[in-house]
């Protein structure tokens, strides 16, 4: 419990530091390619959400997607365990089907069985994730849906950044946070009871691309993402799974 408990307190404290640092810089959201990147995780989350849901965004941070996860209409229940950042999500995303929340992803407030949806990007990967799957399969209606989209430690840049202390402080990175390997995490969620397991690799464009070739990039990212073994080394992994 000690190292979950320190966990937790590095992760408050990091978002005091993202919202003093500019957050959508330290992830890399604010660039041309950024920009991209960040939308087309929009719709990889968005489009498997139904109006009449009820979803649960994991680790909102400054509501860079839930303000795009309440144009599905769905009643979203935003949590972050970072006052910081929640203060700043609610200064900025203003709808009637949001509510924000102060919550523990290990020990969350909601009842059992209570949302269809649990979604996030880039969230898991902060969390004791053995932990953190417990607690959403038990928040999840029967038939619920999970997905999240999360670095893929097979790429060279992360497995430098989220390995080596330097880098990873360097980058901005909280001192816990990893990355995945696309196997581990599938056979964790088939051991904590999840079916329809399906962790993909995605994502070739580096936020720092230029502007005047991103289409190129974007053009070759997508054949490498077709490409057997090429794939493998993506930035990204696209996780989706259901409770029985």
Request: proline share 5%; glycine share 6%; with cysteine.
């Amino acid at each position: 419990m000690k190292s979950i408990d320190n966990r937790i307190q590095h992760e408050i404290e990091h978002g005091d530091y993202l919202v003093k640092h500019g957050a959508g810089e330290i992830w890399n959201w604010e660039s041309p390619a950024g920009k991209i990147r960040w939308r087309r995780r929009v719709e990889m989350l968005c489009h498997l959400i139904k109006e009449d849901w009820i979803v649960l965004e994991l680790g909102c941070g400054t509501g860079y997607f839930t303000k795009e996860l309440a144009e599905t209409k769905a009643k979203i229940m935003a949590i972050d365990i970072s006052p910081s950042l929640l203060k700043e999500a609610e200064r900025t995303v203003k709808r009637a089907n949001v509510k924000f929340i102060l919550d523990n992803a290990y020990q969350m407030t909601f009842g059992d069985a209570t949302f269809d949806a649990v979604i996030g990007s880039s969230v898991l990967h902060h969390l004791n994730v053995g932990k953190a799957i417990e607690e959403i399969f038990r928040v999840l209606k029967p038939g619920g849906i999970i997905a999240f989209t999360e670095p893929n430690m097979m790429n060279p840049q992360i497995a430098l950044q989220k390995n080596i202390p330097y880098i990873k402080k360097k980058m901005g990175d909280s001192p816990d946070e990893t990355a995945f390997f696309r196997w581990v995490i599938g056979k964790k969620l088939q051991q904590k009871g999840f079916e329809k397991v399906n962790v993909q690799p995605f994502d070739f464009l580096h936020p720092a691309v230029p502007e005047k070739i991103i289409n190129t990039i974007s053009r070759v990212g997508r054949l490498a993402e077709k490409t057997p073994l090429i794939r493998e080394i993506a930035g990204s992994l696209y996780i989706t799974a259901q409770k029985p």
